[in-house]
């Protein structure tokens, strides 16, 4: 079964890989949400990195690469975190992540992935709390960007959930 819908003057094809990519969005978040609940520093790395895979899956499916490259980052990322958050570190992350992105880059809007990526990783990297849910609101809102450019429906009803939680998060940190 293949439905057209109309994307900025281009047929959007609602296959089954669209489709199944949609349901791992789903799956992303419900996983995501899950360590938000985990007092364990190793269970909340095991499905962060579950999460993330299911996510890249999702993104492949869209063909989105950049979002494929930026997901692999983010589990390399946080198993480096987990380990040491020193300046070195962050600098390789930083390195390794341009590289990623000379190799995956398909379009203007994987910038927005890839810039979400850098800002996500520094806000990660630093102490203050304040500035992670500040620097949240300008991620969430990227990533809604790119989702709307890979036109990933469930991407962008999740992250305008995510946006708003950031703002309420930030609103209520500076009170």
């Known amino acids: 079964m293949m439905v057209l819908i109309k994307n900025r003057g281009y047929p959007m094809n609602l296959s089954i890989a669209y489709i199944f990519s949609q349901i791992l969005v789903i799956a992303y978040y419900l996983i995501y ?17 579950m999460a993330t895979i299911i996510s890249s899956i999702s993104y492949f499916l869209l063909n989105a690469y950049t979002g ?12 480096l975190f987990h380990k040491c958050k020193s300046k070195s570190v962050l600098i390789i992350i930083y390195i390794i992540t341009l590289i ?28 203050s709390s304040k500035k992670y849910k500040l620097l949240g609101i300008l991620v969430n809102t990227l990533m809604l960007l790119y989702n709307f450019s890979i036109m990933s429906i469930m991407g962008i009803v999740f992250m305008i959930i995510a946006l708003i939680n950031s703002v309420m998060g930030y609103i209520i940190e500076c009170k």
């Open 100 to 127: 990623a992105s000379f190799f995956s880059y398909q379009n203007i809007f994987s910038l927005l992935s890839i810039l979400a990526t850098l800002i996500y990783t520094y806000s990660l990297w630093q102490e």
């Open 33 to 49: 949400s899950i360590t938000f609940h985990l007092k364990n520093k190793s269970k909340i790395l095991i499905f962060g990195a």
């Open 68 to 79: 494929v490259a930026m997901c692999f980052i983010a589990i390399l990322r946080n198993a």
